[in-house]
């Protein structure tokens, strides 16, 4: 069936430093990707998105980057700050049909140290 | 910026009774979803609904959840008689889903529903 499978559970980093959050999906017909940042308190946002015809894509401190072959995509934040720290969720979809239904990823909760 | 409001923030229920959650989802979107989070695990879909009809529906959305859209602003998920285990954060989505495919799903900030 359906999964995506989401690492690490945890990470903690040193303000300033890299984060990189993976995740795999089962479903080969998943062609959409979205992250989510989850504060406490609050309802998923959503940070990025990448659709299967793109390898990568950047907002300001945020990438993702997608490998349709081996079915992993990953989360990728520069100069982390404070505020970076959340649970973030990937998650995978099969975009363009009647539901859209997203499938999540168990999320990674990250800390980031100032 | 517009959002999708969840009312109420937390609601606290007896086994066996019925719960409405609802859901003001942004005005000019679309497509509504339900989603639910239990402690400690990772967000599920529920169910989805367009043009006032349930368009997917997940094993957990059994005879006893059901959905409605009594107006032109709110959705509501039903619960007829709630199990212990219904216990979690419930999350009110909705995407505007133009021809462009757009497919970015707003979230509420959920309704935490426990089951005593």
């Known amino acids: 069936g359906e999964n995506v499978e989401q690492h690490p559970s945890t990470l903690s980093v040193q303000e300033g430093d890299s984060a990189v959050i993976k995740c795999t999906y089962s479903d080969s017909a998943s062609n959409y990707f979205p992250w989510y940042k989850q504060e406490l308190g609050k309802g998923p946002q959503l940070i990025i998105d990448?659709?299967?015809?793109?390898g990568e894509k950047k907002d300001q401190r945020i990438a993702v980057t997608l490998n349709k072959t081996a079915k992993h995509f990953s989360l990728h934040i520069t100069e982390t700050q404070p505020e970076d720290s959340a649970v973030y969720f990937c998650?995978?979809?099969?975009?363009?049909?009647?539901?859209?239904?997203?499938?999540f990823g168990t999320g990674t909760l990250l800390a980031v140290q100032p | 910026e517009p959002e999708v409001t969840q009312t109420p923030s937390h609601q606290v229920t007896q086994m066996g009774q019925e719960v409405i959650l609802r859901c003001v989802p942004i005005s000019n979107h679309l497509y509504f979803y339900w989603y639910r989070q239990i402690l400690g695990q990772k967000v599920e879909f529920l169910v989805s609904f367009y043009n006032n009809e349930i368009s997917e529906k997940s094993e957990i959305f059994d005879d006893q959840f059901s959905v409605e859209r009594p107006d032109g602003s709110n959705f509501t998920l039903k619960i007829r008689s709630t199990k212990l285990e219904d216990s979690a954060m419930y999350f009110c989505a909705s995407t505007e889903k133009s021809r462009a495919t757009n497919e970015k799903l707003f979230f509420g900030s959920g309704t935490q529903l426990s089951v005593l």
């Open positions: 990448i659709r299967s015809n793109v």
């Open positions: 998650a995978g979809a099969r975009g363009g049909g009647a539901t859209n239904k997203l499938i």
